[in-house]
């Protein structure tokens, strides 16, 4: 039974990594799964914590200034991953945009959008710049 919570736990971790982007999560994720394996071996709740403890902890220590330097663009800048890639993308109206409702093409996906500046009123066709992300809005800029 220990094994399968750890592993819920790993699952869970690594799926709410997505919404964070920091990697932190992610080592925490995988610390879960090598006390989900430790848990496969051995009863003892304290060795599946502590193997949990440990492997995060190096996870973090190790791997994610690792990965973070590789993911870096080079000039600077680090790769944006999740909802930030969205911020500064470009789009289409598809649907009339405004201060309540609208609906954009950005990178060929439908994105519910409403005007970043609550006055401007975007119709089918024009360019739209996505200034932020509000939830699964995307607040649109003329582009």
């Given at each position: ?26 080592m925490l994720a ?54 930030a890639a969205i ?57």
């Amino acid at each position: 039974m220990a094994v399968l919570l750890w592993i819920v736990a790993a699952v869970g971790l690594a799926v709410a990594e997505l919404f964070t982007g920091t990697f932190v999560l992610l080592m925490l994720a995988g610390g879960a799964l090598a006390a989900a394996v430790t848990a496969a071996l051995v009863d003892a709740l304290w060795a599946q914590a502590l193997v949990f403890a440990l492997v995060s902890a190096l996870a973090l220590v190790v791997a994610r200034p690792a990965l973070k330097r590789r993911l870096d663009r080079g000039d600077g800048g680090a790769v944006r991953i999740g909802l930030a890639a969205i911020e500064g993308s470009a789009g289409v109206v598809l649907e009339r945009v405004d201060a309540d409702r609208g609906l954009v093409k950005i990178d060929g996906e439908l994105w519910q959008a409403r005007s970043f500046d609550g006055t401007e009123v975007y119709e089918p066709g024009e360019r739209v710049q996505v200034i932020e992300v509000k939830g699964a809005t995307a607040m649109v800029w003329r582009g």
